[in-house]
């Protein structure tokens, strides 16, 4: 199993990016795909998350109507649109395959990790 983050960079407020999560080993449909974001002296949190068996979706407050969470089953790809960055969005965002289908937020909840791709909103 491996997943592969990409698509972070520097950007400035207002600005968007689009995160690329490749995964290798499974299927998306089974499995959940989130987000993880840790910004320096943070914890890692959850940003969002995709069901592996019926797409259902799941967004962190701070987020909602900001990020979107889709996935390309036969590119065997997840992605964050992020729309709207503001420099709280700073961070080290990773992509995560849960331990079932069914969406969490909680960390502990997934098990194979992709290497973190940085985010930097600032002017």
């Known amino acids: 199993v491996q997943l592969q983050a990409s698509g972070g960079g520097l950007v400035q407020p207002g600005g968007s990016l689009r995160l690329s999560c490749a995964v290798s080993?499974?299927?998306?449909?089974?499995?959940?795909i989130g987000w993880f974001r840790q910004a320096p002296g943070k914890e890692r949190e959850g940003v969002s998350c995709?069901?592996?068996?019926?797409?259902?979706?799941y967004y962190e407050d701070s987020v909602k109507g900001r990020f979107t969470i889709s996935r390309n089953d036969a590119g065997n790809t997840v992605y964050l649109e992020m729309n709207s960055l503001k420099p709280e969005d700073t961070a080290v965002y990773y992509c995560?395959?849960?331990?079932?289908?069914?969406?969490?937020?909680?960390?502990?909840?997934?098990?194979?990790w992709g290497q973190g791709t940085l985010v930097t909103v600032s002017s």
């Open positions: 995709i069901s592996g068996s019926d797409g259902r979706t």
């Open positions: 080993g499974f299927t998306l449909d089974d499995y959940a």
């Open positions: 995560a395959q849960a331990l079932s289908s069914s969406t969490s937020d909680d960390r502990t909840r997934y098990r194979y």
